[in-house]
């Protein structure tokens, strides 16, 4: 069974992942959800992979998942110790030299979002409603909890720091889009996984945030891909 190393996105809060580690756990796997240094000031890319290598500590068997800003810290693991699979979830696939900043119209994905929004008929306002854009396929009860939480500090330090890579791992790939995604349209994520990975991805239901969402179909999906490499 795999060691899972579950890499947030912005705001580095482990809490994303509360509802995958038990549904990883429960098909025999290892899952360590990781705190990112996201408040931390002199922190930047290499002090996020350090955080995430910290955490894994010596394992083998490791599969790295990371949601979307996590995929500028993801890779930087894969040059810094032996992973047998990288996972990318709704992920925000960087390029040698890009920021985070520089990110999005590089993509062209807030075009993309707003295009998708307009077939949904969802309102220009509703990019500012967390509940309808990462929380729509969300119980009330989860919901209501996701809602209550303080939102994680995001330093902006590794925002505007180029990411270093000259090229992605040689390390196993496979990328994960879901189907409601409002923040990186499913269409838009197909896109951006051929040009820069050269890669299709994989479908699963669920929006932005759907490890909280869709935890169980998510680690069937996980557990199928561990399966895979055996």
Same mark, same amino acid.
């Given at each position: 069974?795999?060691?899972?190393?579950?890499?947030? &996105?912005?705001?580095?809060?482990?809490?994303?992942?509360?509802?995958?580690?038990?549904?990883?756990?429960?098909?025999?796997?290892?899952?360590?959800?990781?705190?990112?240094?996201?408040?931390?000031? =002199?922190?930047?890319?290499?002090?996020? @992979?350090?955080? $995430?290598?910290? @955490?894994? &500590?010596?394992?083998?068997?490791?599969?790295? $998942?990371?949601?979307?800003?996590?995929?500028?810290?993801?890779?930087?693991?894969?040059?810094?110790? =032996?992973?047998?699979?990288?996972?990318?979830?709704? +992920?925000?696939?960087?390029?040698?030299?890009?920021?985070?900043?520089?990110?999005?119209?590089?993509?062209?994905?807030?075009?993309?979002?707003?295009?998708?929004?307009?077939?949904?008929?969802?309102?220009?306002?509703?990019?500012?409603?967390? +509940?309808?854009?990462?929380?729509?396929?969300?119980?009330?009860?989860?919901?209501?909890?996701?809602?209550?939480?303080?939102?994680?500090?995001?330093?902006?330090?590794?925002?505007?720091?180029?990411?270093?890579?000259?090229?992605?791992?040689?390390?196993?790939?496979?990328? #994960?889009?879901?189907?409601?995604?409002?923040?990186?349209?499913?269409?838009?994520?197909?896109?951006?996984?051929?040009?820069?990975?050269?890669?299709?991805?994989?479908?699963?239901?669920?929006?932005? @945030?759907? @490890?909280?969402?869709?935890?169980?179909? #998510?680690?069937?999906?996980?557990?199928?891909?561990?399966? &895979?490499?055996?």
């Amino acid at each position: 069974m795999a060691t899972f190393a579950l890499v947030p &996105g912005g705001g580095g809060d482990p809490w994303e992942w509360h509802r995958l580690v038990p549904e990883l756990q429960r098909r025999g796997h290892t899952a360590i959800a990781v705190r990112l240094p996201s408040d931390d000031d =002199s922190a930047g890319w290499p002090e996020y @992979a350090a955080a $995430v290598v910290s @955490a894994v &500590g010596g394992c083998s068997d490791l599969v790295v $998942v990371a949601a979307s800003m996590g995929a500028f810290t993801a890779p930087l693991v894969c040059e810094r110790r =032996s992973v047998d699979l990288l996972v990318l979830l709704n +992920a925000m696939i960087p390029r040698h030299g890009e920021s985070f900043g520089e990110w999005w119209s590089a993509t062209g994905s807030r075009d993309a979002r707003r295009r998708y929004h307009a077939s949904l008929g969802l309102p220009a306002a509703a990019a500012e409603d967390d +509940a309808v854009m990462y929380y729509h396929d969300f119980s009330q009860h989860l919901l209501e909890e996701a809602l209550s939480r303080p939102q994680p500090t995001q330093s902006s330090t590794p925002l505007g720091e180029p990411w270093p890579l000259q090229a992605w791992p040689d390390v196993p790939t496979r990328v #994960l889009a879901g189907r409601h995604d409002r923040l990186f349209p499913l269409a838009f994520q197909r896109r951006l996984a051929r040009e820069r990975l050269g890669l299709e991805v994989d479908e699963i239901d669920g929006g932005h @945030a759907l @490890a909280l969402s869709h935890a169980g179909a #998510l680690a069937e999906r996980l557990d199928g891909y561990v399966r &895979g490499l055996s």
